[in-house]
């Protein structure tokens, strides 16, 4: 199963960090195709537990607010948001009258799908767009796999105290702790390294950088156990077995989600504003 992980990471990396690096259109898409499967994947889910999410509206949805993200309109979020809840409705509606009792949960579901996966993955295009994008990126993403591979690895050698036990058991204190001392020396270590390679010192300091990795690797780590709730309510492992030894793409970017999210709006209104 490592050995699988590793060898996944080490083809699909460098294709992230080229899209990263290009910016635009090209890191839009590449984010869009994960998120477009992770869309169908949440929907997926639920449906192995009976319900009947509307899973092309769904991922449509979430596909279009990523399309107003990548046009730089995150003003137009709302209407979008709005529309696409309008148009669920009105399908689960008819699905109602055509008989389907449990329409009004599964209007609930393909709903949570699109503000989960689309509202929320929107940001993950917005932190490339802000002043000095490109660094940000390399900072928020690369602290969150830091963290996360620091809980694995030191929660699994040396832990004792389960952080979860219900949602994910195999979670510790200790492994939560390590992520998070990980972030906030990853954040650091990747912010001084981009500023050896040309970064703005003044605007991505490695205190900043420290800052942004600690307040991510807090608080991003909940998308995972979030992801875990549903896949221990449906009774599933993984999202889907898309990914070799990964699981599925909803897997992958369970915290991701967050902290593009969160890392927007932190560096937005504490750094940038």
């Known amino acids: 199963m490592l050995?699988?992980?590793v060898l996944v990471v080490v083809v699909l990396l460098p294709v992230g960090l080229w899209a990263i690096y290009w910016g635009g259109w090209l890191y839009a898409l590449v984010v869009a195709i994960l998120l477009g499967l992770a869309s169908w994947e949440f929907g997926g889910l639920f449906a192995q537990?009976?319900?009947?999410?509307?899973r092309v509206l769904m991922t449509l949805a979430s596909l279009a607010l990523l399309g107003a993200a990548a046009l730089e309109r995150l003003d137009v979020l709302p209407v979008v948001l709005g529309g696409a809840t309008l148009l669920l409705m009105s399908y689960h509606m008819l699905r109602y009258e055509r008989g389907r009792d449990q329409a009004a949960t599964d209007f609930a579901v393909s709903l949570s799908g699109v503000v989960y996966i689309g509202l929320l993955g929107a940001y993950l295009i917005a932190v490339r767009q802000l002043p000095d994008g490109l660094w940000w990126v390399l900072v928020v993403l690369p602290s969150i796999w830091v963290a996360d591979s620091a809980a694995y690895f030191i929660g699994k050698a040396w832990g004792r105290h389960r952080l979860s036990p219900r949602l994910s058991p195999k979670k510790t204190w200790e492994g939560y702790l390590a992520g998070v001392l990980a972030g906030l020396l990853g954040g650091a270590g990747f912010a001084a390294l981009w500023n050896a390679l040309g970064a703005d010192a003044l605007t991505l300091s490695a205190a900043r950088g420290a800052w942004?990795?600690?307040?991510l690797s807090v608080l991003a780590p909940l998308g995972?156990?979030?992801e875990s709730m549903v896949k221990r309510q449906v009774g599933a492992k993984d999202s889907s077995h898309l990914i070799p030894g990964h699981g599925g793409a909803f897997?992958?970017?369970d915290s991701w989600l967050w902290a593009g999210f969160l890392g927007y709006f932190f560096i937005r209104y504490v750094f940038l504003g």
């Open 3 to 5: 050995r699988q992980r």
């Open 251 to 253: 897997d992958r970017v």
């Open 49 to 54: 537990a009976g319900l009947q999410p509307a």
């Open 212 to 215: 942004l990795g600690l307040f």
């Open 224 to 226: 995972d156990l979030g």
